[in-house]
């Protein structure tokens, strides 16, 4: 059982005491953001589905000036159309070479981080927990101002306790099982601790629910060594069915956020728009199980959702259960957010609500 929460001031600017942090009111963060010019801005992870929402926004904005995008895997930044960006391979477990790629960085994006494949758990915790620190220890070294990180609503976990509406200031608390939700929660508290002693950086952190958009799947790798290039053929994009097949799905709630507006939300700070800290952020609507269900071409049979949660709580508690089926402890309770904070101090709207981001992540693209 998970012990009770402390509920404790951990929003906008308790993350950070940059120049901006918990002290700066709105005019200063706004006059931060508008005076920022010729920006350095160095991404990890930048032709992932979150760096396919933030990348094109860099290149047009003119108060960016160079881009830094660091990837293990290469790719020619002239074949997606970037030109301000400059391609380093490296790894994030490798402290040398994120020292050498932010060297000169202004503001360090940290969006590199395994979700799905077939790495081991050693593994998966190197480049994420790892990793990580090992970006925000180069990103200061390096003098950048900001750090910018791409959490999780994983982050607050699926406890019995938790509000139907989370903001902000409910903490974060481990997963039971699931090791996403886990390595989120401890990486926030991680974070929080290397901005306390490093009070010359800015930490940002983004709580995005289920993130749908064209790339939504794009390179991640679902089949093992040889076969990963099948399996990106395969499962590259989400499809509709191509017949309407009836489908029993619980009334579970949900929050969708188009990659744009992640990108959208990165942006703003990069900039400094706001106050340092953790900020919520979904497209507008809740939408259920059946709902997604029917966009995809099902006939949904709707049930209740409390009968599935229990189950998936239930089955989330089982001995030796692996690491894919952890995924189920997910869907045991929803977490709803609420996203004001990131509209009334980072200035960010979503342009697409939950159900269209939905719709565009299933339109069909000319090939």
């Known amino acids: 059982m998970s012990p009770g929460p402390q509920r404790g001031r951990r929003g906008a600017g308790a993350l950070g005491e940059g120049p901006r942090g918990a002290d700066a009111d709105e005019g200063a963060a706004a006059e931060g953001a508008a005076g920022d010019r010729g920006l350095t801005v160095a991404v990890t992870g930048p032709t992932g589905t979150f760096g396919s929402g933030l990348i094109p ?169 040889p076969l990963a290039p099948l399996g990106r053929r395969l499962f590259g994009r989400p499809r509709r069915l191509p017949l309407p097949v009836p489908v029993l799905v619980p009334e579970y709630r949900l929050q969708l956020v188009h990659e744009e507006d992640v990108g959208r939300a990165l942006q703003l700070c990069v900039l400094g728009a706001g106050p340092p800290g953790a900020y919520n952020i979904a497209g507008e609507g809740v939408l259920t199980a059946g709902d997604v269900a029917r966009e995809f071409g099902a006939l949904p049979i709707r049930l209740p959702a409390a009968p599935a949660e229990a189950a998936a709580k239930g089955l989330s508690r089982l001995p030796f259960l692996p690491p894919a089926a952890e995924w189920v402890e997910a869907v045991s309770r929803p977490s709803i957010m609420d996203t004001r904070r990131a509209r009334e101090q980072l200035g960010w709207h979503p342009r697409y609500t939950g159900l269209e981001a939905l719709r565009d992540t299933l339109r069909p693209r000319r090939t």
Do not use: C
């Open 57 to 225: 926004l860099l290149e047009d904005d003119d108060r960016i000036a160079r881009v830094i995008g660091m990837a293990r895997r290469p790719f020619d930044p002239a074949e997606r159309g970037w030109t301000k960006l400059e391609y380093r391979q490296g790894d994030v477990r490798d402290a040398d070479a994120l020292r050498e790629a932010f060297r000169g960085a202004d503001v360090v994006v940290h969006l590199a981080f395994l979700i799905t494949g077939n790495a081991s758990r050693q593994t998966t915790r190197e480049i994420n927990i790892d990793g990580t620190l090992n970006v925000f220890r180069a990103a200061a070294d390096a003098g950048a101002r900001r750090f910018v990180y791409a959490s999780s609503v994983a982050a607050y976990g699926w406890h019995a306790d938790n509000p139907e509406l989370i903001d902000e200031d409910w903490p974060v608390r481990p997963a039971a099982r699931l090791f996403y939700g886990q390595e989120k929660a401890e990486l926030e508290g991680l974070l929080e601790a290397e901005a306390r002693r490093r009070p010359d950086v800015a930490l940002y952190l983004l709580r995005p629910p289920v993130v749908v958009g064209p790339n939504v799947v794009g390179a991640k790798d679902v089949l093992p060594g």
